[in-house]
């Protein structure tokens, strides 16, 4: 199985600059992996790798989502 990558830059949405995500601590569980980091102009950039829903819920937490089993 493929290690993720420990950083990813992406396009900020407001400034059009780069922005590099970190990929964040989770639970050895293999159906999500998050990335997430700031923007020099301070929006958050949020990413996730793995199932749709997860992912969905994870994006659409603002940076507050915890994961648990």
Do not use: D
């Not at 950083?7 to 989770?26: I, R």
């Amino acid at each position: 199985m493929l290690k993720a990558p420990r950083t990813l830059t992406f396009k900020c949405a407001k400034c059009a600059k780069a922005v590099q995500v970190s990929l964040q601590k989770v639970s050895a569980c293999s159906h999500i992996t998050p990335y997430s980091g700031v923007c020099a102009c301070g929006e958050v950039k949020l990413h996730a790798i793995g199932q749709p829903e997860a992912v969905q819920a994870y994006l659409a937490s603002n940076g507050l989502w915890t994961h648990h089993h």
